[in-house]
T-cell receptor, first 112, second 111 residues
Framework: NAGVTQTPKFRVLKTGQSMTLLCAQDMNHEYMYWYRQDPGMGLRLIHY???????AKGEVPDGYNVSRLKKQNFLLGLESAAPSQTSVYFCASTTGSGYEQYFGPGTRLTVT | GDSVTQMEGPVTLSEEAFLTINCTYT??????LFWYVQYPGEGLQLLLKATKADDKGSNKGFEATYRKETTSFHLEKGSVQVSDSAVYFC??????????FGAGTRLFVKA
């Protein structure tokens, strides 16, 4: 039982490049989330999904897209990376609203 | 809107010292409250939670009491260890699909 895994762990992009971050969970959770963590700002919600085939915007969705084609996977895409997207990205999943969230180990992204 | 405010860090303590990390919240309704911990290089993990007023959450020697009258959920531990060095996040859930996290408080414990 791996819990929540994230790929890759580290990545450096040049401005304008694109990439996809992959999150996978093996706990059969319905809800999945993407956060970014920046110094002094805690966790900010980018997008979330309440089930396979559904996605919704969080508080900082601009510049990101997501897809949830399979229940266990939640992908975060950056179409044209900007230096402001340099951050640590965390994926999380949970059985339902208000329950404990299980977090992946994070992806550290640097955009130069 | 709903929000969480934590004391700014870093907090630096010697081993066996008493720890308090303050957390206050603003929320409509009756939120559930959480403390998460993030060890270096890892994701967050749940430390403890409380779902109604006067509940006390506890785990690994840490405690926090849900105080509705002061809208607070302060984290305490009687004797910290070097292994407690981490970032601690207070969080609240008031309904809908989102949990709101505080900015985090970094704790350093010296041997």
């Amino acid at each position: 039982n791996a819990g929540v895994t994230q790929t890759p762990k580290f990545r450096v992009l040049k401005t304008g490049q694109s990439m996809t971050l992959l999150c996978a969970q093996d706990m059969n959770h319905e809800y999945m989330y993407w956060y970014r963590q920046d110094p002094g700002m805690g966790l900010r919600l980018i997008h979330y999904s309440v089930g396979e085939g559904t996605t919704a915007k969080g508080e900082v969705p601009d510049g990101y897209n997501v897809s949830r084609l399979k229940k266990q996977n939640f992908l975060l895409g950056l179409e044209s990376a900007a230096p402001s997207q340099t951050s640590v990205y965390f994926c999380a999943s949970t059985t339902g609203s208000g329950y404990e969230q299980y977090f992946g180990p994070g992806t550290r992204l640097t955009v130069t | 809107g709903d929000s969480v405010t934590q004391m700014e860090g870093p907090v630096t303590l010697s081993e066996e010292a008493f720890l308090t990390i303050n957390c206050t919240y603003t929320a409509t309704g009756y939120p559930s409250l959480f403390w998460y911990v993030q060890y270096p290089g890892e994701g967050l993990q749940l430390l403890l939670k409380a779902t109604k007023a006067d509940d006390k959450g506890s785990n690994k020697g840490f405690e926090a009491t849900y105080r509705k009258e002061t809208t607070s959920f302060h984290l305490e531990k009687g004797s910290v260890q070097v292994s407690d060095s981490a970032v601690y996040f207070c969080a609240l859930y008031t309904g809908g699909f989102k949990t709101i996290f505080g900015a985090g408080t970094r704790l350093f414990v010296k041997a």
